[in-house]
């Protein structure tokens, strides 16, 4: 009887520290778990922005920290400038990029995308009182302020409109427009409508008078660099939010139709 003991004992012993030592690398696992950086240049409503509380928000952001809660992953968003946002990207700087990105077949070289979640054109935006320029054609001499890098600025310079004027966000070629300082403003399709129907300080101030028609419709997702396993978590959790329901409250939430 005492050796039963004895035997269970030691048995007892030598399981005690197996049991705390796989506690003690669960609760590093958990807490050391990989922050992954999405980073936004938030200045596009109603994809991204800043509210009046200083909080990074927009249907891509909110879209952003759906996936992470649904897919138990931790995530930062990071706001930067457009201009260096895919460098930091190359760079590992951030994992992803969710910021009102037009899927190319340029950018599908280097860059892995999720599936769009929403199409887009490129909107000619101008002051409700002025004239009313319908396409690229008519823009051709006239003075049009686009966000460097964009879309939009390769579609004015395909269409060979000689005044370009560029800046650094859109919220700045809009503020100019209503100072009269520029003939029209070239951006996202869904950028121009907030402006028009959802933004009180523009409010009767801004309409869409036409389209770009020398470019396609523009479909817009998320994008990693090419082997990022990232991506396979942003595609997961969007297909699971796209399934419950979820991204369609998001897009009603931000007025995307």
């Given at each position: 009887m005492k050796k039963l003991i004895a035997l269970f004992i030691i048995a007892a012993l030598i399981a005690?520290?197996?049991?705390?030592?796989?506690?003690?690398?669960?609760?590093?696992?958990?807490?050391?778990?990989?922050?992954?950086?999405?980073?936004a240049n938030a200045e596009w409503p109603p994809f991204e922005y800043v509210d009046e509380n200083g909080n990074i928000v927009g249907f891509e952001m909110d879209l952003v920290r759906e996936i992470g809660k649904i897919e138990g992953v931790n995530i930062e968003i990071?706001?930067?400038?457009?201009?260096?946002?895919?460098?930091?990207?190359q760079t590992g700087m951030y994992d992803a990029v969710a910021s009102g990105v037009t899927v190319t077949d340029e950018r599908k070289e280097t860059m892995d995308f999720t599936t769009p979640f929403v199409t887009l054109q490129q909107a000619i935006l101008v002051r409700a009182d002025g004239p009313q320029y319908k396409n690229e054609s008519e823009l051709v001499d006239k003075t049009v302020g686009v966000q460097n890098g964009t879309t939009g600025h390769f579609a004015c310079q395909d269409a060979g409109i000689k005044n370009i004027k560029n800046f650094d966000a859109v919220p700045e070629a809009v503020l100019d427009l209503v100072n009269g300082n520029i003939d029209a403003v070239v951006c996202d399709s869904l950028v121009a409508n907030d402006y028009v129907l959802t933004n009180d300080n523009f409010k009767g101030k801004l309409t869409v008078s036409g389209?770009?028609?020398?470019?396609?419709?523009?479909?817009?997702?998320?994008c990693t660099m090419k082997g990022n396993p990232f991506l396979n978590i942003l595609e997961d959790g969007y297909q699971k939010l796209l399934a419950n329901g979820t991204v369609d409250e998001l897009k009603a939430k931000y007025n995307i139709l």
């Open positions: 005690i520290p197996v049991f705390a030592n796989g506690s003690k690398e669960s609760t590093q696992s958990a807490s050391e778990k990989k922050t992954y950086v999405v980073a990071k706001n930067v400038a457009w201009d260096g946002i895919f460098a930091g990207l389209y770009m028609t020398n470019t396609d419709i523009e479909p817009i997702a998320m």
